[in-house]
């Protein structure tokens, strides 16, 4: 649907409950009517693709504030293609399920809808073991806002609340497919920024640093975009200041830190389609974004080859590659350069949900009184944005709490039935079903308890406690339903479960790895019922408080 934007008394209402903080009119935009016309999703299997088309035709007027056609599609290729095939992979069997549908996806990109992809492969190693208790559905992780589905309520996910945050850039992206990876959200400090190049990439842009800049900012750990007068970009590897020199034009004004996140026009992906056709059909090669697309196409030809060289590509593979590229580049579009930098600003909000111990701070973040927590705040809507930030009522939200269950000022309780306790200040609980809890700094999110539940700064996820002893949030515990099984996974804050993702911890039956392995082979859609059932049945029984 076309965006509308918010009235003139609505923005001076917006401005005087505020001050002035630029940064909620943003936030009001992601939650305001207007998103993409077309979302697709690519998934990492069939029983996922199904789970997501599903679930996001329900969600998806609520979280982005507008209607959509939902096209959820899996990956079937042999060891994955990289984000850049994998996206002209994603749009190619998103236009092969809308015409079964009897839509015709490339006329309408062509008549200036807006499209946009998610992708949501990968493990979540660095999550563990919350993705395994999701089934290794890593974006359906839970995040602290309520949906209304089915006459339910759902805890909002991190792919639908990042559909929510990007929902805002579709105005500025008609006729564009627009591609966001699941696990990041951000409110970026320049606002919506639009770009007339055939590709952009998101990056939080500043002045050409020094050498002093550089070194002290540590640069040289991340990818960057470099930004000419004529606001074309080049796109860098991690490269020291001497190396950025070497390689970037002298009149670059701006360079900053890439969100990776890019856009390309209808032209565009029509052509890479047409070019990449071969790749398309035999479904092997793994081609990235950056170095299969943007560096040949923006950089000089022996600076790719040093760069991908240190990549562990040959010369020959890579100068062939380079050619390739620079070919169709001169066929596509002969004078000015292909890529533009779509600046998301240097003060943005950031919010990733990647590893445990940021899904932990992050999901704190919504009880603490700073300007970015409350814009967190109003995102989720746990804050209503028209009200004074001082008004606490939204953080709150459709419970039962009996027996003097107090809650202290600043906590976030959402749809939970609890018999009593205390609830400090800095806990989030959603959908927590016990007869009492008492906790310090801690996240609970779908967790019924048949015992009372007492702990600090742990984080207990998709729990289901059938038994008469304590349940303790002082660490970490996930449940994995399972059709055989219901198989209950312990950690630590300390632990990396990217570092122990092989490792069988000794409280454990399996390592991460093994949850992982035993979930591949099952249908999400059926383990998330039966993880449902498990709480509806545990939330029956009479409880000892």
């Known amino acids: 649907g076309m965006v509308s934007h918010p009235s003139a008394e609505t923005t001076e209402r917006l401005r005087m ?22 979302i697709i999703v690519c998934c990492s299997n069939l029983a996922a693709e199904n789970f997501w088309q599903k679930r996001l035709e329900q969600s998806v007027v609520q979280v982005t504030g507008s209607s959509a056609t939902v096209l959820a599609v899996h990956e079937d290729w042999n060891g994955g293609a990289g984000n850049g095939l994998g996206t002209l992979y994603a749009y190619q069997k998103a236009c092969a399920k809308a015409a079964a549908a009897g839509l015709d996806l490339k006329a309408q990109l062509a008549a200036s809808a807006a499209v946009a992809i998610y992708h949501t492969a990968g493990k979540g190693t660095r999550l563990a073991p919350l993705p ?36 805002s850039y579709a105005a500025v992206r008609t ?13 970026p400090s320049t606002g919506i920024q639009s770009s007339v190049h055939a590709a952009d990439i998101l990056a939080a842009l500043r ?17 960057l975009i470099a930004v000419d007068p004529r606001g074309d970009a080049m796109q860098l590897e991690k490269v020291t200041y001497d190396v950025a020199v070497q390689y970037l034009p002298t009149d670059v004004q701006k360079v900053g830190t890439s969100l990776g996140s890019f856009s390309l026009s209808a032209a565009l992906i029509e052509a890479l389609q047409a070019e990449f056709e071969p790749e398309l059909a035999a ?34 593979e890579a100068g062939a590659h380079f050619d390739r590229m620079a070919s169709f580049k001169s066929k596509f579009q002969p004078v000015g350069g292909i890529l533009g930098c779509v600046d998301v600003g240097q003060s943005t909000y950031w919010w ?6 940021l899904y932990q701070d992050n999901n704190k973040e919504v009880t603490v009184e700073s300007k970015s927590a409350h814009a967190l705040r109003c995102f989720l809507r746990l804050h209503e944005i028209s009200m004074p930030a001082s008004d606490q009522s939204g953080r709150q939200q459709r419970n039962t709490l009996a027996g003097g269950c107090s809650v202290a000022s600043g906590a976030v309780v959402l749809n939970c039935k609890l018999g009593g306790g205390s609830i400090a200040a800095d ?13 310090q700094g801690c996240i609970l999110m779908n967790v019924t308890s048949t015992a009372p539940i007492k702990g600090c700064n742990g984080v207990l996820y998709n729990v289901v406690h059938e038994s008469a ?39 454990n039956e399996l390592s991460f790895e093994g949850v992982y392995k035993a979930n591949q082979h099952l249908d999400v859609s059926e383990c998330a019922q039966l993880a449902a059932d498990a709480h509806a049945k545990a939330a029956k029984i009479p409880t000892t408080a």
């Not at 999701?134 to 006459?151: M, R, S």
């Not at 090669?285 to 562990?312: E, I, N, Q």
């Not at 990733?352 to 111990?357: A, S, V």
């Not at 303790?472 to 515990?477: G, H, I, K, L, T």
């Open 352 to 357: 990733d949900y990647g590893r445990l111990g």
């Open 207 to 223: 002045p050409m640093p020094s050498q002093a800049e550089w070194e002290a900012e540590q640069l040289h750990q991340y990818g």
């Open 283 to 316: 479904k092997t090669a793994c081609l990235d974004s950056d170095p299969h697309f943007w560096m040949p196409m923006t950089l000089k030809r022996d600076d790719y080859l040093a760069v991908m060289a240190k990549k562990g590509t040959d010369g020959a």
């Open 469 to 507: 002893e304590t349940l303790s949030a002082d660490e970490v515990r996930v449940d994995v339903f399972m059709p055989e099984k219901h198989l209950i996974m312990k950690s630590k804050m300390s632990i990396d479960g990217g570092k122990a993702w092989k490792e069988k911890l000794d409280f």
């Open 427 to 439: 806990s989030v609980l959603v959908n927590v079903t016990a007869p009492s809890v008492d906790v």
């Open 132 to 167: 395994g208790a999701e089934n290794n559905n890593k974006p359906g992780v839970k995040l602290p806002g309520l949906l209304e589905l089915d006459g339910a309520l759902q805890p909002i996910t991190v792919l639908e609340a990042v559909m929510r945050q990007t929902s």
């Open 17 to 38: 409950s505020y001050g002035d903080d630029p940064m909620l009119s943003y936030v009001q935009g992601m939650l305001s009517p207007g998103g993409f016309d077309v």
């Open 175 to 187: 006729g564009r497919v627009s591609v966001f990876w699941g696990d990041q959200v951000f409110v």
